[in-house]
């Protein structure tokens, strides 16, 4: 990568509320909509968005990933599979409380998941390869002084951010990220640094 312009960033949003995030369930691969408040919550990103000017949209082909950008009217959006969220094999649609009562204490940064039926689930060293491969299409617009928009899952976003810091994937777990929050990654002295993390229309109005 070039020498980054210190003002590009990489603006993160989460996709908004859906009836599987708003009861714990981990949603991987599933294509689950967004609630009327999902909806909601996406649309009051926009004032937040409107400040960006972007070389780049990318977006989850999943529903949910996608009705947000729409909603939060980032243009241009282009589809990117290496955004989808992380694949939990066996534990999707379960919550942390029904996982931890068949395996008790159970982290997903740490532990992992298990296999189901339809595959065997992805590591998170399997989620980082995707998070590096878009940070690497990231890379020459940000040279470029420009702006990139991924709109995303939770666990994937919080992979990518500690990639972009240089961490293990595991350090996602320290990160916590709601539903249509906004974040940004950029530059300090030329260094990869976290601009802000995990604004919601709530948080800007405190």
């Known amino acids: 990568m070039g020498t980054p312009a210190a003002t590009a960033e990489i603006v993160l949003l ?6 599987w995030s708003e009861s714990g369930r981990h949603t991987g691969r599933t294509d689950v909509p967004l609630t009327p408040e999902g909806e909601r919550q996406a649309a ?9 000017r972007f070389g780049l949209a990318l977006s989850s082909p999943l529903t949910r990933a996608r009705r947000t950008a729409e909603l939060a009217g980032i243009p241009d959006i282009v589809e990117d599979p290496d955004l989808q969220e992380w694949d939990y094999g066996g534990y999707e649609g379960m919550t942390t409380a029904q996982i931890r009562a068949v395996r ?7 532990d992992g998941v298990i296999a189901s039926p ?7 060293d399997d989620v980082a390869t995707r ?11 940000l ?11 939770g666990h994937f976003l919080r992979v990518l951010a500690a990639r972009w810091l240089g961490l293990g994937p595991a350090a996602g777990g ?19 640094v976290i601009r802000h993390w995990n604004e919601t229309a709530c948080s800007e109005r405190q």
Do not use: C, Y
Request: proline share 4%; glycine share 10%.
């Open 14 to 19: 989460r996709h908004g509320m859906t009836e």
């Open 44 to 52: 009051l990103v926009v004032p937040a968005l409107a400040r960006h």
């Open 104 to 110: 008790p204490g159970w982290l997903l940064w740490r």
């Open 118 to 124: 339809q595959g065997k689930g992805e590591t998170a």
């Open 131 to 141: 998070a590096d491969r878009v940070i690497a299409r990231a890379e020459p617009v």
């Open 143 to 153: 040279a470029r002084g420009e702006n990139v928009a991924l709109v995303s899952h």
């Open 174 to 192: 320290l990160f916590a990220l709601d539903t249509a929050s906004v974040s940004a990654l950029g530059f300090e002295h030329g260094e990869r």
